[in-house]
Each structure stands twice: as C-alpha cells, then as structure tokens.
C-alpha cells in the first residue's frame, strides 16, 4: 500500500462546477498536511496547508480527518484556470521535514 | 526574488554516461530535496539535507545515484552511470526553518537513450 494515495483521475468537469478530491494516507502519526498544485510541465507550488479544524481560501475549501487518515479539497465554481493536477502531501512524525507525496489528481475544466 | 534555480533545464544522455544536476536553493532556506517524477511513479523523494547535513537517502534508487551539499547555496545529485529507467524529472525544493512549504524549482528533464 502507497503511504499516500490519491484518484488519478481525470476529473472532467464543467465551468462553474464544484469537484472535491480525495487523499487517503496510511501513516497515523503524520503531523502536517498540505495541497500542491502542478501546471503541465512546471513545478508543484504550494496551494494550501490542511489544518484539523478545516481551513478555506476563497473557492478552495480544505478538511483533514484524522480517524480515518483522509484530507480532502473542494473547489467551488471552478474555472478553467483551475485546470491542473493536484497533489496531496503528508509530512511524517520523525522529525525533519520528510514530505510524502501523491500521485496527483488531473483536472480539467471545461468551458 | 530568485527562487531555487536548478541546472540545467534539460539534459538529454546516452546510457552509461555520468550525470551531474545542480541546484540552488532559496537564500536562507535551512532544508534542501531531491524528488524524481515520472508518470508511472509520481514525485518520489530521493534524499533532503538540513544545513548540509544529509537526513534521510532511504529514497535514492542505488548506488549509482549519489548527492552531496557542501555548502548552504549548493547541492548536486550524480548519476554515474546513467540508465534508460533514470528519465524523469528531477525536481529540487528548498523549505526555512520557519515553515514547512516547500519551495520548487523549475527541475531538470533527464533523458537518457
């Protein structure tokens, strides 16, 4: 089992529609957790942390369940500058800043 | 603001030949990371170092890959010698004390024929 996984997708989506991803992660300890988001053939930029009480950004809505190891992001009316792929990464319990990441969930908006 | 520089951009090897990816990261940045991404295996980690000092390389493939960081402005990861299989993107990322963002930067395509 991969220490954290995500659906592949891709999402086809929509403009103005609401999609939420997913990312399971197996290690119960995992302290910090956080949203990438990666532009075909550029690097993974920060999008947001996730925190336990939940936390939003504009149209971006983020949730962490610690009882069943899962982080979720919901995009609101999304827009075709949403497209890209999203990636989910945990950071573990040992100290240090080892960043564990998924595989990526590819969007697509659709005018 | 510069933000992590990685040379060169693309690099394109016949098989056997030794690889050299440099990279640069963010000024003051206390932590540095080698990530390999490829489709069928995404962004793995490959090995960080916190003030130079390497933390964990229980991700670096074999002993063909190695990296070093010798000072707080530079670090290198080698591949001697380079494989087929070894084509991805080799990204470095940089992150402060203060924080636990991870900064990216534009990353190395490696091909190797």
């Known amino acids: 089992r991969k220490e954290v996984e995500q659906d592949p997708g891709p999402f086809n989506v929509p403009e103005g529609a609401t999609v939420a991803f997913n990312c399971t992660y197996s290690n119960s300890a995992s302290q910090s957790f956080f949203w990438y988001r990666q532009d075909c053939r550029k690097e993974p930029k920060l999008l947001m942390s996730v925190y336990s009480s939940g936390n939003e950004d504009g149209r971006f809505t983020a949730q962490l369940n610690r009882a069943s190891q899962y982080i979720s992001l919901l995009i609101r009316d999304s827009k075709l500058s949403d497209s890209a792929t999203y990636l989910c990464?945990?950071?573990?319990?040992?100290?240090?800043?080892?960043?564990?990441f998924g595989a990526g969930t590819r969007l697509f908006v659709k005018a | 603001d510069a933000g992590v520089i990685q040379s060169p951009r693309h690099e394109v090897t016949e098989m056997g030949q030794e690889v050299t990816l440099r990279c640069k990261p963010i000024s003051g940045h206390n932590s540095l990371f080698w990530y390999r991404q490829t489709m069928m295996r995404g962004l793995e980690l490959l090995i960080y170092?916190?003030?130079?000092?390497?933390?964990?390389d229980s991700g670096m493939p074999e002993d063909r890959f190695s990296a070093k960081m010798p000072n707080a402005s530079f670090s290198t990861l080698k591949i001697q010698p380079s494989e087929p299989r070894d084509s991805a993107v080799y990204f470095c990322a940089s992150t402060p004390d203060s924080s636990y963002e991870q900064y990216f930067g534009p990353g190395t395509r490696l091909t190797v024929t």
């Open positions: 170092f916190n003030n130079n000092v390497p933390i964990d």
């Open positions: 990464a945990v950071m573990g319990n040992t100290g240090g800043f080892k960043t564990i």
